[in-house]
């Protein structure tokens, strides 16, 4: 660790600086000098592929602060923007580029979600909008879907659409790390347009280093994901160590071809469900694990009849005794009539009433 | 209860609480990037007066300086900042900097107490006798109803050291001393609320009376006496502004019985008639934390303070309308009524006062 890391990150520093820490001081005077925190700079904006009235894909080159841990291909990051100059939305994006070490830079792929509103999409943000020097917040690198140090002979990776850019880091850092064993590279994308990364993955499998990519089309005519199609592609896959990630049905075609194998490690990301407009659905209370059928009341008034004691203080939605994060799900403001279905946000309880499906960690 | 006898029908009242409500609507809709640049600007200024505050002791001829200038970054982070981002104003904004739920101030109240004893005891009870705590903080009458005993000669004398100790007064405010003494409440109930205040004032000690002192070597004991000098002036300042927005002349506090059960529009009325307001200029507004806007921000306490000066116009051409007092006064004046009100209950009431405490809500009567 550098000297200055260590004297910014020490005990002396931190009590002058009490009861602020060290990073509130630090961004005002520049926002890529960080004690603890994580932030980037953008240094380049790639478009991936653009096809008319699809949501395009942009490749986003991040040079990390020195607080920056590292990565290992497979995991994700956390990425907080100001969408509009004032609220800053977090979403987590897939890595796409092979291992990055402390303060290496990095990169995220990134397909701008169409049903968001601008206001609330990151995705659509990043894609349409970041420019070369904007300053993004990070979370350190997360996730275990990652490859292990010692990789077997044989790797076999699925993914599909946006799926693809864990397992695309996992290829990177592969080649990068002169892996002599074999690799089948399985992808389903909706249309050859569709096919981000095709150049690469071409010269991948021209290269001659056993790197076998089959990206698949169902839509015009290419086999479906299958058992008998995976033991044609390799005799005995269930044995084979395999990373895979994509959207819930191709997930549900591997977990069912897998068969509870062990080789299988799998990631998928779950679309947000979006509100019904109404009550009814299921409360969970993910701390305590407990469940109910949706009332349609105060979230507050409903925790506790289903037995729990969260804190709460005025019950009118000023003291913010009761703010509780909300991890799934839609609610409705009972003062102000405002829905909100933003995942990962914090909410006032007490006037704070689900709308079909929600999880709280209460 | 001191009630100036000032009513509104239920009908009245309901409307006064939608009118209140469309404001705040409006407010919340409309919050963007004006309000984020403007808090991160008096961020700036903050950290600015206080790295300049701390340089300055070096230079011991500039020693007023110095302590002009830490004076104002200790005001602007427990006002304009500190309160405010606590209150949750800025949550919206995302920014953890920013955020009630993990802004620590320079203060030896620890946050998470003051939170407690404030956005929830103080907001939601403002004004109601043996509810809200900040009526006399536990040691001072503020009220004629508070009854009268010989302790309370004392009351400016007391006024005068809890002026002077204001942080302190605020950190031991949970504690309820008076409370203990008067054996309602068991040292056990305080041992947590004891071993957060304790570890907060460690820390603001340490940085104010040992650290910055230290670092400027044989000044020590300038810096030492410059720091507390800053603190002083802070709580002077923070007292001042507190203690006018609930205890001028003409504002009003409530009984337990007659806030039971309260619709949003009686709340918003016991807000309105139990708040008063400063009047000054842009910079002065700035310098109370806008609590020279207290009648707004009881109105609407999480709504970003900025808003407040904006707010008032509106507020003030509803009570015009509904025929309520909107109790607004210079510092000045504001001071002297706060003042005279201490030392009137320092002493016994001279005479028994014709009561006529009455409901707030009148029954509409007939035409």
Redesign the interface.
Same mark, same amino acid.
């Given at each position: 660790m550098s000297l200055a890391g260590t004297v910014l990150r020490s005990r002396?520093l931190a009590?002058?600086t =009490?009861? +602020?820490s060290v990073d509130? *001081?630090l961004?005002?005077v520049n926002p890529m000098w960080a004690a603890r925190e994580v932030r980037a700079r953008i240094v380049d904006v790639t478009r991936e592929v653009d096809v008319p009235g699809h949501p395009p894909v942009a490749t986003l080159t991040l040079q990390p602060t020195s607080t920056w841990r590292g990565h290992r291909a497979g995991q994700h990051v956390q990425v907080?923007v100001?969408v509009?100059?004032?609220?800053?939305?977090?979403r987590v994006f897939s890595i796409s580029s092979s291992d990055s070490r402390p303060g290496e830079r990095f990169t995220i792929t990134v397909r701008a979600n169409p049903d968001a509103s601008r206001r609330q999409s990151v995705s659509r943000w990043l894609v349409e909008h970041a420019r070369p020097g904007t300053v993004l917040h990070l979370s350190q690198a997360q996730g275990d879907f990652v490859l292990p140090d010692r990789v077997p002979e044989h790797v076999v990776m699925i993914s599909g659409g946006s799926g693809i850019t864990p397992v695309m880091s996992m290829l990177r850092s592969l080649q990068r790390r002169s892996h002599r064993g074999r690799v089948t590279f399985l992808h389903y994308a909706q249309s050859p347009e569709h096919q981000i990364f095709a150049g690469e993955l071409e010269e991948a499998r021209r290269s001659g280093h056993g790197i076998d990519v089959h990206l698949l089309h169902p839509e015009l005519g290419d086999p479906a994901l299958s058992p008998a199609y995976l033991h044609r592609l390799v005799p005995g896959y269930r044995d084979v160590a395999t990373w895979a990630c994509g959207p819930a049905p191709l997930m549900e075609a591997v977990l069912a071809s897998y068969d509870g194998s062990e080789a299988l490690r799998t990631e998928y990301f779950r679309p947000p469900r979006a509100g019904t407009g109404a009550s009814g659905g299921e409360l969970v209370f993910s701390r305590s694990g407990a469940a109910a059928a949706n009332s349609g009341a105060p979230l507050l008034e409903q925790a506790e009849a289903a037995g729990l004691t969260p804190e709460s $203080?005025?019950r009118?939605?000023?003291?913010? =005794?009761c703010?509780s994060r909300k991890s799934e799900g839609t609610v409705r403001n009972v003062?102000?009539g405002e829905e909100s279905s933003l995942p990962d946000e914090?909410i006032r309880i007490c006037v704070s009433a689900p709308v079909g499906d929600c999880t709280v960690y209460l | 209860m001191t009630n100036p006898g000032i009513t509104l029908t239920t009908e009245q009242l309901e409307e006064f609480g939608d009118e209140l409500?469309a404001i705040?609507?409006r407010i919340?809709a409309d919050?963007?990037?004006a309000?984020?640049?403007y808090i991160r600007d008096v961020?700036?200024a903050q950290?600015a007066f206080e790295v300049a505050g701390r340089a300055l002791f070096y230079l011991p001829p500039a020693w007023p300086l110095a302590v002009a200038a830490l004076s104002i970054s200790k005001i602007l982070d427990n006002m304009e900042i500190g309160h405010n981002v606590m +209150? $949750?104003q800025y949550?919206?904004?995302?920014?953890p900097?920013l955020n009630?739920?993990m802004y620590?101030?320079?203060n030896v109240c620890p946050s998470e107490q003051w939170?407690?004893s404030h956005? *929830?005891i103080h +907001?939601?009870y403002t004004n109601i006798l043996g509810k809200d705590r900040d009526i006399g903080y536990g040691v001072l009458r503020m009220d004629e109803d508070q009854p009268w005993h010989p302790y309370y000669l004392g009351n400016p004398a007391y006024a005068f050291l809890l002026m002077v100790f204001f942080e302190w007064g605020v950190a031991m405010h949970d504690l309820e001393v008076e409370n203990l003494v008067a054996g309602r409440r068991k040292v056990e109930d305080n041992a947590a609320l004891h071993a957060g205040i304790m570890r907060?004032v460690r820390?603001?000690a340490?940085?104010d009376y040992l650290?910055?002192p230290a670092l400027t070597g044989p000044l020590f004991p300038l810096t030492l006496a410059g720091n507390a000098a800053a603190n002083l002036v802070r709580n002077v300042w923070a007292f001042n502004i507190i203690f006018c927005g609930h205890f001028p002349a003409g504002v009003a506090t409530f009984s337990q019985e007659e806030c039971e059960d309260e619709t949003?529009g009686q709340?918003y009325f016991r807000q309105l008639l139990g708040s008063a307001n400063i009047t000054g200029s842009r910079l002065f507004h700035l310098m109370t934390g806008n609590l020279s806007h207290q009648i707004e921000h009881h109105l609407f306490?999480?709504l970003p303070a900025r808003r407040y000066p904006e707010i008032a116009t509106e507020v003030r051409e509803l009570c015009e309308r509904y025929g309520l007092p909107y109790n607004t006064g210079s510092l000045g004046r504001q001071l002297g009524s706060v003042a005279a009100k201490i030392c009137r209950l320092a002493l016994p009431d001279r005479r028994e006062r014709s009561r006529t405490p009455g409901p707030v809500v009148a029954e509409p009567t007939a035409a």
């Amino acid at each position: 660790m550098s000297l200055a890391g260590t004297v910014l990150r020490s005990r002396t520093l931190a009590a002058l600086t =009490s009861p +602020h820490s060290v990073d509130r *001081y630090l961004e005002l005077v520049n926002p890529m000098w960080a004690a603890r925190e994580v932030r980037a700079r953008i240094v380049d904006v790639t478009r991936e592929v653009d096809v008319p009235g699809h949501p395009p894909v942009a490749t986003l080159t991040l040079q990390p602060t020195s607080t920056w841990r590292g990565h290992r291909a497979g995991q994700h990051v956390q990425v907080g923007v100001e969408v509009d100059g004032a609220r800053r939305t977090t979403r987590v994006f897939s890595i796409s580029s092979s291992d990055s070490r402390p303060g290496e830079r990095f990169t995220i792929t990134v397909r701008a979600n169409p049903d968001a509103s601008r206001r609330q999409s990151v995705s659509r943000w990043l894609v349409e909008h970041a420019r070369p020097g904007t300053v993004l917040h990070l979370s350190q690198a997360q996730g275990d879907f990652v490859l292990p140090d010692r990789v077997p002979e044989h790797v076999v990776m699925i993914s599909g659409g946006s799926g693809i850019t864990p397992v695309m880091s996992m290829l990177r850092s592969l080649q990068r790390r002169s892996h002599r064993g074999r690799v089948t590279f399985l992808h389903y994308a909706q249309s050859p347009e569709h096919q981000i990364f095709a150049g690469e993955l071409e010269e991948a499998r021209r290269s001659g280093h056993g790197i076998d990519v089959h990206l698949l089309h169902p839509e015009l005519g290419d086999p479906a994901l299958s058992p008998a199609y995976l033991h044609r592609l390799v005799p005995g896959y269930r044995d084979v160590a395999t990373w895979a990630c994509g959207p819930a049905p191709l997930m549900e075609a591997v977990l069912a071809s897998y068969d509870g194998s062990e080789a299988l490690r799998t990631e998928y990301f779950r679309p947000p469900r979006a509100g019904t407009g109404a009550s009814g659905g299921e409360l969970v209370f993910s701390r305590s694990g407990a469940a109910a059928a949706n009332s349609g009341a105060p979230l507050l008034e409903q925790a506790e009849a289903a037995g729990l004691t969260p804190e709460s $203080g005025c019950r009118m939605g000023i003291c913010l =005794s009761c703010v509780s994060r909300k991890s799934e799900g839609t609610v409705r403001n009972v003062v102000t009539g405002e829905e909100s279905s933003l995942p990962d946000e914090d909410i006032r309880i007490c006037v704070s009433a689900p709308v079909g499906d929600c999880t709280v960690y209460l | 209860m001191t009630n100036p006898g000032i009513t509104l029908t239920t009908e009245q009242l309901e409307e006064f609480g939608d009118e209140l409500d469309a404001i705040r609507q409006r407010i919340l809709a409309d919050l963007g990037e004006a309000d984020a640049s403007y808090i991160r600007d008096v961020v700036r200024a903050q950290r600015a007066f206080e790295v300049a505050g701390r340089a300055l002791f070096y230079l011991p001829p500039a020693w007023p300086l110095a302590v002009a200038a830490l004076s104002i970054s200790k005001i602007l982070d427990n006002m304009e900042i500190g309160h405010n981002v606590m +209150h $949750g104003q800025y949550d919206w904004m995302g920014d953890p900097g920013l955020n009630s739920r993990m802004y620590e101030w320079d203060n030896v109240c620890p946050s998470e107490q003051w939170k407690n004893s404030h956005n *929830y005891i103080h +907001h939601t009870y403002t004004n109601i006798l043996g509810k809200d705590r900040d009526i006399g903080y536990g040691v001072l009458r503020m009220d004629e109803d508070q009854p009268w005993h010989p302790y309370y000669l004392g009351n400016p004398a007391y006024a005068f050291l809890l002026m002077v100790f204001f942080e302190w007064g605020v950190a031991m405010h949970d504690l309820e001393v008076e409370n203990l003494v008067a054996g309602r409440r068991k040292v056990e109930d305080n041992a947590a609320l004891h071993a957060g205040i304790m570890r907060k004032v460690r820390r603001q000690a340490v940085k104010d009376y040992l650290l910055f002192p230290a670092l400027t070597g044989p000044l020590f004991p300038l810096t030492l006496a410059g720091n507390a000098a800053a603190n002083l002036v802070r709580n002077v300042w923070a007292f001042n502004i507190i203690f006018c927005g609930h205890f001028p002349a003409g504002v009003a506090t409530f009984s337990q019985e007659e806030c039971e059960d309260e619709t949003r529009g009686q709340w918003y009325f016991r807000q309105l008639l139990g708040s008063a307001n400063i009047t000054g200029s842009r910079l002065f507004h700035l310098m109370t934390g806008n609590l020279s806007h207290q009648i707004e921000h009881h109105l609407f306490p999480d709504l970003p303070a900025r808003r407040y000066p904006e707010i008032a116009t509106e507020v003030r051409e509803l009570c015009e309308r509904y025929g309520l007092p909107y109790n607004t006064g210079s510092l000045g004046r504001q001071l002297g009524s706060v003042a005279a009100k201490i030392c009137r209950l320092a002493l016994p009431d001279r005479r028994e006062r014709s009561r006529t405490p009455g409901p707030v809500v009148a029954e509409p009567t007939a035409a």
